[in-house]
């Protein structure tokens, strides 16, 4: 009569394969506890570096929102002075130079 290889109650794993297939399946199961805790580390890291810039953000947008401490007088009438370009780089100021004259 003939025998079918994988009847039921046929274990193949018997002896030293027994043993390393026991070692294999604690070596991934290790393998796999170390790759979770370096994704959680990183998920970690992602969030610290991450709440780092949304507080820098804040506080620039904190900063931004005062008034600045500029005089009123220290330009014109509406905190603007003219300026022209007159070429390249250079630009030519007017009428920041009078403020203290008499006649204002």
């Not at 506890?33 to 991450?50: E, N, P, Y």
């Not at 005089?71 to 920041?96: C, L, N, S, T």
């Amino acid at each position: 009569m003939i025998r079918i290889a994988y009847s039921p109650g046929f274990f193949n794993l018997r002896g030293p394969k027994l043993l390393l297939a026991v070692l294999a399946a604690v070596a991934g199961l290790l393998l796999a506890a170390v790759a979770a805790l370096f994704a959680a580390a990183t998920v970690v890291v992602v969030a610290l570096v991450g709440g780092a810039l949304l507080g820098m953000a804040a506080l620039t947008n904190l900063f931004r929102r005062r008034p600045s401490a500029v005089p009123q007088g220290a330009a014109g009438e509406d905190g603007v002075i003219e300026a022209r370009k007159v070429g390249g780089h250079e630009w030519v100021a007017y009428g920041w130079s009078d403020r203290d004259s008499p006649e204002r």
